[in-house]
Nanobody, 123 residues
Framework: QVQLVESGGGSVQAGDSLRLSCAAS????????MGWFRQAPRKEREFVAA????????YYADSVKGRFRISRDNAKSTVSLQMNSLKPEDTAVYYC????????????????WGQGTQVTVSS
């Protein structure tokens, strides 16, 4: 079992940066791939980024590629999402998830989910 708690959300202006963190508790964090997803109002939850269990592979949605960076620290059982050049369309609740080994853009690839943290970007 893995418990996930996100932090770092907030309200910013377009062009600003935010860093989201996800702290994991429970055993074997380092054996799981980690992902970030987001859900905007009245929209389906969508994939943002993923990182393999070792951190050796990363994946990004086209909409955030070049602006967001996912990283992990297995010693601290944390995964982070550095978000730069934020846009109003990045406004959403951001969720971290754990599951599998190599990372997936599909929700079905993850077994554990956090409660989410709100990110609001104003123009």
């Amino acid at each position: 079992q893995v418990q996930l708690v996100e932090s770092g959300g907030g309200s910013v202006q377009a062009g600003d940066s935010l860093r989201l963190s996800c702290a994991a508790s429970g055993r074997t964090f380092s054996s799981y791939a980690m992902g970030w997803f987001r859900q905007a109002p009245r929209k389906e939850r969508e994939f943002v980024a993923a990182i393999s269990w070792s951190g050796g592979r990363t994946y990004y949605a086209d909409s955030v590629k070049g602006r967001f960076r996912i990283s992990r620290d297995n010693a601290k059982s944390t995964v982070s999402l550095q978000m730069n050049s934020l846009k109003p369309e990045d406004t959403a609740v951001y969720y971290c998830a754990a599951g599998g080994q190599y990372g997936s853009s599909r929700e079905s690839g993850y077994d554990y989910w956090g409660q989410g943290t709100q990110v609001t970007v104003s123009s």
